[in-house]
């Protein structure tokens, strides 16, 4: 049985679950394929009625673990399932759909879901089934000329045909297009809602954020982060950015230098880090005050995909690059329809002035200095997973 010390809280992840209540329990799993560690010591406990989803980069483990999990292949450490081992648990109350699933292909979508409902004493109504899979009118349809979308849904039907109280799903709604992913969402959350417990992987993280009460990210192995998506956005998804397209980004920078906001320059404008929906109001008045217009404005959270990107290394800024080249006199001069001269030297020395109180108050600012290294060490630090 699973030990309260298990690795995954030796390594300060932890299930953060109740593990007497759990449908799923898996402890210090292991699988090596010579010398690959596929799975490398990942415990976990999903509850009754819980979606854990199960996100990573490919070759992470993730169809490891769920064949781990569901004794499709063979691990070291402890897997239960409404407390048996795999292998033995009563399969009616199991639905698995792996990530490679060829079913008979010259079997119509009916006969295929009706085969596997042939395989329980009780099973549920077919014709409801198709119906909720969205595959009326295709029911009659040989698998192998259904679309890549509808094949996934049959898939999915084969899952779901013996009602199960656990559901396995590895990248459920790969190929589908978005309506059919909506579709099978909320045909998924009112099997939640009915008390299924759903694993499921993703790569989509719409799916995540949508679906799980739980995420785990999966690398190299190892479990390194649990916890609800909104947990894992607030912890890596950094802040909400305001971008604003603008022919007149120097003023505007200076602008809102000079009102206190982080203006970072970009090739389309500018960009606000860590602004509340509040002060949206308060940045817009400040260009207007100094004439710059805005093309476009648009406001985002962070998501769970960029607490991915950041956990897996691979974000790369939002909104763009931003540039290096400084808010010369020209360039105000440009865009103020100012020309050089006395006017464009005070307005470079009132630029300068700006950036660098602002840079003594936020310690962070890029958009206005006029030094490229200082701009340059800005960038690195706004793309933090870019040089990992
Ligand atoms: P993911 O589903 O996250 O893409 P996998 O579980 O498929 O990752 O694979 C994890 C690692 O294990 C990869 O390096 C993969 O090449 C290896 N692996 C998976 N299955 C096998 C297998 N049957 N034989 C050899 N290596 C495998």
Redesign the pocket.
Known sequence: MVQGDSDAERDGVGTGHDRDNGVLLADDLTRT??E?R?LDGVSLAVETGEVFCCI?P????????VRALCGTTDSEGEVEIFDSPPTEVDRSRVGLLPQEFAPAARLTARELIAYYAGLYEEARDLEELLADLGLEGSEGTRYENLSGGQRRRVCVGTALINDPDLLFLDEPTTGIDPAGRHALWDLLEERVAGGTTIFL?THDMAEAERLADRVGL?AEGRLAEVGAPGELVGRHGGESRLTIDTRQPAVGARALAEAGYRAERRKEGLAVADVPPRAIDGIVRALDDRGVGIDRLAWRQPTLEDAYLELTGTAVGSGGDPIEAPSTPEEIGEETGEGGGEDALEAEADADGAAHTDATETGTDASADTGTEAAAEADRRARPGENR
């Open positions: 394929y010579g690959t596929a990573g490919n070759g992470a483990g993730k169809t490891t673990l992987t999966l």
